[in-house]
RNA sequence: GGGCGCAUAGCUCAGUUGGUUAGAGCACUAGCCUUACAAGCUAGGGGUCCUAAGUUCGAAUCUUAGUGCGCCCACCA
């Protein structure tokens, strides 16, 4: 006993069976293996990412499946690795930069690159390392990152096959300019603020006739002079009129059409808006609707340029805009000013108003490969865990954008296009091009943007396995079992997989998508950094261990939805693994150094040994249906009730009578049947907390009906079919149980001291009588009983409490401590209960349209029922009557 | 504003095609230092299954309306 702890420490352990595991080779999967293949692909982190819990959770339950099928003797390959993540690597190593008092400009493009090379080097892809530490049995050998060379050429190829099949384009975009650095920035790099700003009132005369025209409300007058329309609500009466006409735009004298559109609100402002569609996302949308000119008003700075009029020309935007007003006063034309507070587009790098400038990007088609995605959706082939998410997937494909995969940065994958100086035609191919492929002039340039992160990550299926090569890798492990990952992404990654596994093997890269839950703290906000309320998992792992942290996040997390966490819910899993290393203490202890134990001979095994047996079995086969249906909580939750409910509450406690005793048959197979439930145990348990199973089952003598391979995580995972059932035994002990926890309730309820011995009679038929007889040594030492007497015709005797079950009374003396008020109240309560019961079922039988109509199970069940209550009923009724009397 | 979803014990949630007395974990209460574990054992209290109407022999479960909440997308000139 002295060489265990009495609690389980995770720091002596992790470390060890992490080398083993990886000594032994079994992370790793063979491409040619013959067993069946299982894949999942890890949602690819950015390799600027540090672990947070939201990646706790959704690893865990990546490695719980992996691990499960891989002791289910599955090939299993669980593929790990970092996305390259542009505009995060760019931003660190640009913040890197400014404290070198250096910036990208000044290093230009290729020394920067370099940089973000080293960069990732030295810094990226801690996560990886991480991940290690929560246990994760990855395929360590196939790791991937998008911007290596292989994936990098998976990404080339799947643009140049897009473009040959005419499905990228060029297209003009408003992109975020930044008029201090000159440059467009990324949506991510845009925080928008709330501003005190004015809403401008002003005419715009109508075209032949001064005296009408429109009032229109604007936050941004300077923009003016890029208005190519104004616009009203359709079924506005004030403005039906003018639909059609055309007014003038002041300053620069333009005339320009009156239009239609829902979009325009008619209680907002003046329900009349000036229409700039080179200067305002919305506008830029109505525009291509209306087929409207796009007038750019701006320089690259942020000033207005020639195409304004000449007091505003050159002037900054700010400047120009107080200049109009200016101008709008003495004109007569502005009517009034408004105070509103509204939200305004900053740069977050250089903190001014991003100015929303037209550009040429580049586009893939996204209707026709949408197409089969759809269809996979609707016949089921690619099902949703939980299922709701199927519409929302369906709703964004079936109204889907053209994808824009241009990217303002440096960090990335260049685009493969190339502009000829002579001719103007573009160029492409898996090559880079040495001369214009229209004109053969040389003089090319290539493309200054990158691509999206998003087109190198949805070829995540393919390219870590060689595509476009159709090499061993691709074939044995695409398409992948199932995609763990989280619900916001199920546009910019999961739809585009799909689609791109269509456009390139015509399959689907995986048939289930599960998403998992968003982790949020106590009051249900997000974890974020800003709000600093995330727990970190490396601290929770060292404090309480990964096994802990494993149990304990998942257990919490339901198929989907959101989990309310909080760094004391981990102290949950530690008290489960607490009982499991003091459950291992004590069998260890009873196994006195025994090197192996006896084969399970049922013809000796006791009830108690038979019904746990029979449990690990029903365990067994509901944590495979909730994994088959990826309830990873509600598998979880079987576990604990098996090890902590069945196993130690009524197991090992039931068995301490055999164990105490001498060396017989009887002890050898009570030992024998709790090390081969322990075992199972374990193995159930391997996939959730493979680090103190591994350790336990490493330790635990031989058994004869369990293999014994060099380690767990490649052991057989326990089948149902394998497993012995005991169904009739396992009913007969759950009766005697019954009758245990009523007599250890009345006890309670008559304050009897726990360690007093009370004498019990029980009033049942023959077979009950009998079951108890031979449990009679249980009941004594579970239920503090000394004499126990059972039969048909036992009397009530005086002076005793009684409870009732199913065919039996269970009569208890109590004699000193019987409160006769206490109980007569008791019973009344329960008199009451049971008449409630029978008043139901009775009313329930005496209706002929429940006799008539209800399936004939129904009706007989319920009257078996009523019976039974009857019965009961009537026990109740007499001892209140005795007891009252 | 558009789309989707949720509402069951104090909290987090199960409740499988409508059918036993609606369950679990945590929390709470009481009694126990019973030699694996006080990070424990035993027992217990606690629910008009959001509201209203409907379908049905029968509704937590199905339909409709209302209320409250959440998520995603788009955001107001």
Redesign the pocket.
């Known amino acids: 006993?002295t060489q265990f702890d009495?609690?389980?420490d995770h720091k002596k352990y992790e470390k060890k069976w992490w080398n083993h595991w990886k000594e032994g080779g079994w992370f790793h999967a063979q491409a040619d293996s013959k067993k069946p293949t299982y894949t999942i692909l890890i949602p690819p982190p950015n390799v600027t990412a540090r672990l947070h819990m939201g990646h706790g959770l959704n690893n865990t339950i990546q490695d719980i499946l992996i691990r499960w099928k891989r002791m289910q003797g599955f090939n299993c390959c669980w593929l790990p690795g970092t996305d390259h993540a542009g505009i995060a690597t760019q931003m660190m190593v640009e913040k890197s930069l400014e404290s070198e008092g250096t910036s990208r400009t000044e290093l230009g493009r290729k020394k920067f690159l370099q940089k973000c090379v080293e960069w990732k080097d030295e810094n990226g892809g801690m996560i990886i390392e991480q991940l290690k530490r929560l246990g994760a049995s990855c395929d360590w050998d196939r790791e991937a990152y998008t911007m290596s060379p292989q994936l990098s050429k998976a990404v080339r190829q799947i643009f140049v096959d897009l473009y040959s099949k005419g499905l990228i384009y060029r297209g003009e975009r408003l992109v975020n300019w930044d008029p201090v650095l000159k440059t467009a920035i990324s949506d991510d790099e845009v925080v928008?603020e709330e501003v005190n700003g004015n809403?401008w009132y002003y005419r715009y005369p109508l075209e032949g006739d001064a005296e009408q025209g429109v009032v229109?409300?604007?936050?941004?007058p300077e923009t003016m002079f890029g208005d190519t329309a104004v616009a009203v609500h359709p079924e506005d009466e004030r403005y039906k009129h003018l639909i059609g006409k055309n007014v003038i735009v002041p300053f620069v004298n333009r005339a320009i059409p009156v239009i239609a559109d829902d979009?325009?609100?008619?209680e907002?402002?003046?329900?009349?808006?000036?229409i700039t569609p080179a200067h305002?996302?919305?506008?830029f949308?109505m525009g291509k609707r209306h087929d409207l000119p796009f007038i750019n008003v701006m320089n690259l700075d942020g000033s207005m340029n020639e195409i304004c009029p000449e007091p505003f020309q050159n002037l900054d935007r700010f400047e120009a805009r107080k200049l109009v007003i200016k101008k709008l006063k003495e004109s007569k034309l502005l009517e009034k000013t408004e105070s509103?507070r509204?939200?305004v587009p900053f740069s977050d790098r250089s903190k001014v108003p991003i100015e929303p400038r037209l550009s040429k990007q580049w586009y893939v088609k996204m209707a026709e490969l949408a197409k089969p995605a759809i269809e996979a959706a609707k016949s089921k082939e690619l099902k949703f865990y939980p299922p709701?998410?199927e519409?929302?997937y369906l709703?964004w494909l079936e109204n889907i954008q053209d994808w824009c995969i241009s990217r303002q940065l440096w960090w990335g994958h260049q685009i493969p296009i190339w502009y000829c100086d002579d001719c103007g035609e573009v160029s492409t191919g898996l090559e880079d091009p040495s001369e214009c492929s229209h004109c053969q002039s040389s003089n090319l340039k290539q493309d200054e943007d990158v691509l999206d992160t998003w087109f190198s990550s949805w070829l995540w299926p393919l390219s870590p396995f060689g595509w476009p090569e159709e090499t061993q890798d691709l074939k044995t492990f695409f398409p992948s079992a199932v995609l763990i990952t989280a619900?916001?992404i199920?546009?910019l990654w999961v739809a585009r997989m799909v689609m791109v596994g269509y456009f390139t093997k015509g399959a689907l890269p995986f048939k289930d998508v599960y998403f998992n839950?968003?982790i949020c703290d106590?009051q249900?906000?997000?974890f974020s950094k800003t709000l600093g309320n995330g727990i970190d998992p490396l601290k929770v792992i060292d404090q309480f261990g990964a096994d802990s942290v494993r149990y304990t996040c998942v257990?919490?997390a339901?198929?989907g939805?959101?989990?309310?966490m909080a760094e004391t819910d981990f102290?949950?899993g530690?008290?489960f693994?607490?009982?499991i290393w003091?459950?291992y203490?004590?069998l260890m202890?009873k196994l006195d150094g025994k090197a192996t134990v006896a084969s399970l001979n049922p013809d000796v095994l006791d009830l108690p040994s038979k019904w746990l047996l029979h449990e690990l079995s029903e365990t067994a086969k509901v944590m495979d249906q909730y994994f088959d249906k990826y309830?990873i909580?509600?598998a979880v939750?079987a576990l604990?009730?098996l090890t902590?409910?069945s196993y130690?509450?009524?197991g090992?406690?039931a068995a301490?009578d055999a164990l105490d005793g001498k060396p017989t048959e009887q002890r050898e197979q009570t030992l024998s049947a709790l090390v081969y439930v322990f075992e199972g145990i374990m193995r159930l348990a391997a996939p959730v907390m493979p680090f103190i199973s591994e350790e336990i089952w490493q330790n635990l003598p031989a058994h004869p009906a369990w293999e014994k391979p060099d380690s767990l995580m490649i052991a057989k995972y326990p089948k149902v079919d394998d497993l012995p059932k005991f169904v009739e035994e396992a009913g007969q002990w759950k009766q005697v149980q019954d009758l245990?926890?009523h007599v250890?309730?009345v006890?309670?309820?008559a304050?009897v001291?726990?360690?007093d011995k009370l004498a019990a009679f029980v009033r049942c038929d023959k077979q009950f009588s009998d079951l108890l007889g031979r449990c009679e040594k249980w009941i004594s030492r579970l239920a503090g009983i000394n004499a126990l007497a059972a039969g048909e015709g036992i009397a009530k005797p005086e002076k005793c409490l009684v409870a009732t079950g199913?065919g039996w009374t269970l009569y208890v003396p109590v004699g000193q401590y019987l409160d006769f008020e206490k109980e007569k109240s008791r019973l009344e309560a329960e008199v009451k209960?049971v008449e409630r019961?029978v008043k139901?079922?009775e009313g329930?039988l005496n209706?002929p349209?429940?006799v008539?109509?209800?399936?004939k199970e129904?009706v007989e069940?319920?009257t078996a029922?009523l019976e039974?209550?009857q019965g009961?009923l009537s026990s109740l009724r007499e001892n209140l009557e005795s007891i009252s009397g």
């Open positions: 006993m009495t609690t389980y928008s809403l229109i409300a604007t936050t941004r979009y325009v609100k008619s907002y402002g003046s329900g009349c808006v000036k305002d996302p919305n506008d949308e509103n509204h939200a709701s998410w519409k929302t709703h619900p916001e199920i546009y839950a968003t106590k249900g906000r997000k257990s919490l339901p198929l939805g959101r989990v309310k102290e949950a530690n008290k693994i607490n009982k003091n459950a203490r004590f202890g309830q909580s509600e939750e604990f009730h902590w409910r130690c509450d009524w090992l406690e301490k245990i926890s250890r309730s006890r309670t309820q304050k001291p726990p360690k199913k209960r019961i139901g079922l329930k209706n349209n429940f008539k109509k209800a399936p129904v069940q319920s029922q039974n209550m009961q």
